[in-house]
Structure formats: C-alpha cells, structure tokens
C-alpha cells in the first residue's frame, strides 16, 4: 500500500534563503519497502516504530542521495529487498525530490541485479547475483562522482560511538564521506587513486611472480603519487578545519575544560611538505625506498588507503582510552562540528539525520544536541521508544509511524 503523498500542495518559495531539504522520498524494493511514497516537510520530522520496522533503512535512502552508498557500510546487495531476487529483473530504487544548494533536484538511485553468476541455483543465488548502482538526476544518468555531494545531509547513529575505536577501515570511510560533501572533485579523485592502486597492486604481483619487469613500476609509482597527495592533502585540510570546530563544541557538550583534538597520521613520513606537488615527490622517495618490500609483499604499502586518524581528548587518545559516555561525548562533537562545517563550506545547513542517538543521551546532552539541530531546514529522528517531549517541548513536530516497511501513520 503506498501513502498519499500530499507534497505537491506544499510550497516553499517562501522560505528564507536557501533550504536543503528532501520534500519527498519515493522507495521501491529498499530493504524492507516494497514501496513507499512519502513526503516530507521542513522542521523537526519523529519517525518511531518498533525495533525492526524499518525507522533506519529510512534514513539510510536518505543518505544513500547525499552519499551514493550505505550509510552503514552495507553492500549494495544488500540494501535491494529480499525476495525482490526471486524477480527475474531485481530492482530496488530510491528517489528524492529535494531542494538544494543547486536547486531542485530529482535525484534518483537504481540498484539492479545484473547477470546471474553462471552455475549458481537455489538459495545461494541472490548471494551471487551481481548489483549494479546508477546515478540519474533529473532524470540524466551522472557518474557516481557527480552525484555525490549535490544533497547535503549529517548522519547521527548510535553505531558512531565505535568510530574511534573500531578499525581504522571506519575512520577512512568517515573522513571520505565527509570530504567529498564539501570538496569539488574529491569523490572523482578517490576514484582514480582506487584504479591506478588496483593496476600497481597487480603489477607488483606480476614482479614478484617475475611476470613482469621492476622498470615498469616506475611510471604507476608517479600516478599514484599524485593522486595520493591530492587525497591526503583534501582529506587534511577537512580534517584541520573540523578539529577547529569540535573542540569548542565538545567544551559546551561535557561542561569539562578539556581539550578535544585530531592527529592525522599518515602511513608514511610526509614531514613538512610545501604543496600537493611537494607531496607527491616525497611519496615517490619512498616507493623508491620501500620497493623491495612492496615487490615480497605483492601490493602496495603506502598511501591513502592505510592512513587513518586518532581523537585526542587532553593528549588520551579517545579510540583507546575513554569510557564509553566520554567516547559518545567527542564523537557528537565531532559530528556537531561536520554539521558545521558543511554549513560554513556551502553557505546552508545540511539535512539532519538522527537514528535513535537520543535513546542514548543524559537529558542534558540530548537538550544540548537538539538545540543546536533545531533551527536546521529539515531534521529528521527516528526513535524507538523514548519520549522526546523534555527537549522538543512545544516546538511543533511532525510525527510519522512506521510498522514493516509501511507508513501506518502521520501527522
Ligand atoms: N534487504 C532487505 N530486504 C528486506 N528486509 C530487510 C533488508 N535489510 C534489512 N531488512 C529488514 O529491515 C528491518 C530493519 O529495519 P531497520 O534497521 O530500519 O529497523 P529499525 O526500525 O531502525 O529498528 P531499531 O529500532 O531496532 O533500530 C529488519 O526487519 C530487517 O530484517
Ligand atoms: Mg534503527
């Protein structure tokens, strides 16, 4: 059954300045939406439920249009609906009519499940069955690169709070999300790095199989060199400017006088460099340095890919040391200041996605957390069980109930 979508009534060229917003959400085959029209208004939206109804994977279509993938570092399979594989054609798709930065926008992402595995029946075959992701907006197919970034959104998970101290795959993931909303290019960027490591990782192997000559290496060592210095200088540089934003926010947060910082480290020696360039060069020193170990190792040592980054909360590092409220408390401000910085880069707030944080709050933090997202253009709260009537007060909300995939009421 879908739900009447009313979204065309609502206008919103009177609307201060310029909001981003998703006005509506059209769903088919999404994990567990076999289909679902909704619209969505402006303000502070509840969505409750149940566990397991479906509150999450709500906003996870969300931010699959501002991000191009999972919000929960899903693969692309597994968002399609199962049993949408017994189709012969499984198709899952999500599409947003939303107000941007850039104006209003259709934004539209397919997942298909393209050829069969050959040899692959029964029940392992959705497992096997290959998805293909595509892009559209306006109804024109884009490169996942230039998709990513037009919607501007902040996600809060209760999940975050393992960020610092979960593997360093998260913090990269993280930083990349984060980098490519505001960078122009750095989406495209991260996707050459990926091909021109995959091409070196292959020679390597090819070397150390004596399949191929070490004097080949030379010229991918300079591609890849430069791509990694375009990432780790843009990842740096979102990294410096978010540090400066957490820090007074985490003071506000903890009511502690304690200093909140980031340390970038990288997985090799850059030591001061002058410039992207300057990068580069020394990145190639040190291909040239490690290239028997690269050769026995059969893949790339150095790069992007194994840097990661640390919290540091008056010098203790947060991922190994802090309790579990202290963890909550940096990573809020850490998202806090995202939030932030997004709006300082594009001139507007970005939509505000919260899933189920406020459960985990002390009263304060949540008063704290929700009057800092209230005057957002559009923020939405999934919550399973807990009354938020102590932070919202009378500020009015709208409230949409979900029960299996199914919008069962809103008002
Ligand atoms: N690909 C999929 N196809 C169909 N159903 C799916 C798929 N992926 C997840 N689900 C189902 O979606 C439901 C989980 O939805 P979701 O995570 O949004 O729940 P929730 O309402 O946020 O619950 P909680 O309050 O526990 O966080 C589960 O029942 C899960 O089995
Ligand atoms: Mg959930």
């Not at 290496?217 to 400066?244: C, G, K, P, T, Y």
């Not at 800092?372 to 939405?380: A, F, G, K, L, P």
Request: glycine share 8%; charged share 30%.
């Amino acid at each position: 059954m879908k739900t009447q979508c009313l979204c065309a009534n609502i206008t919103y060229s009177t609307l201060r300045g310029r909001p981003i917003l998703v006005r509506r959400l059209k769903l088919s085959n999404f994990r567990n939406y076999a289909g679902l029209d909704l619209c969505l208004g402006r303000g502070v939206t509840v969505v409750d439920g149940r566990n397991g109804q479906g509150k999450t994977n709500l906003l996870e279509a969300i931010y699959l249009m501002a991000i191009g993938r999972s919000s929960r570092g899903a693969a692309d399979r597994q968002m399609v609906r199962y049993g949408a594989f017994e189709d012969f054609l499984a198709h899952a798709q999500v599409v947003g009519e939303a107000v941007t930065s850039s104006g209003s926008l259709s934004l539209q992402v397919d997942l298909s499940a393209g050829e069969r595995s050959p040899g692959v029946s029964g029940e392992a075959r959705p497992q096997a069955q290959r998805v293909q992701k595509t892009f559209r907006v306006n109804g024109v197919p884009k490169r996942s690169s230039d998709f990513v970034g037009l919607l501007k959104a902040v996600m809060f998970a209760a999940e975050d709070v393992d960020l610092l101290s979960g593997p360093p795959t998260l913090r990269r993931r993280y930083l990349d999300i984060l980098t490519s909303q505001i960078t122009p290019g750095f989406a495209r960027e991260a996707q050459d790095y990926q091909r021109v490591l995959t091409q070196r990782n292959h020679l390597l192997k090819s070397i150390r199989e004596r399949a191929a000559k070490e004097s080949e290496l030379e010229f991918w060592d300079v591609q890849l060199s430069i791509h990694a210095a375009r990432i780790i200088d843009a990842r740096l540089r979102v990294m410096n400017a978010l540090d400066e934003n957490m820090d007074p926010i985490h003071r506000e947060l903890s009511g502690l006088n304690q200093t909140l910082s980031l340390k970038y480290s990288p997985s090799f020696e850059t030591g001061h460099y002058e410039d992207v360039r300057d990068l580069s060069k020394i990145m190639l020193d040190e291909f040239r340095e490690i290239r028997r170990r690269e050769i026995g190792a059969g893949f790339c040592l150095i790069g992007p890919h194994r840097d990661d980054f640390s919290a540091k909360l008056d010098g203790m590092d947060v991922g190994s040391f802090a309790s579990r409220g202290q963890a909550r408390t940096a990573i809020l401000a850490m998202k806090l200041g995202e939030a932030q910085l997004i709006e300082e880069r594009v001139g507007d707030k970005p939509v505000a996605l919260l899933d189920d944080v406020m459960s985990e709050l002390d009263e304060d933090r949540r008063r704290h957390v929700f009057d800092r997202v209230r005057d957002y253009e559009q923020v939405i709260i999934t919550t399973a069980e807990t009354d938020l009537s102590d932070v919202m007060g009378d500020l009015p909300i709208r409230r949409i109930s979900i029960d299996a995939g199914r919008v069962v009421a809103s008002g």
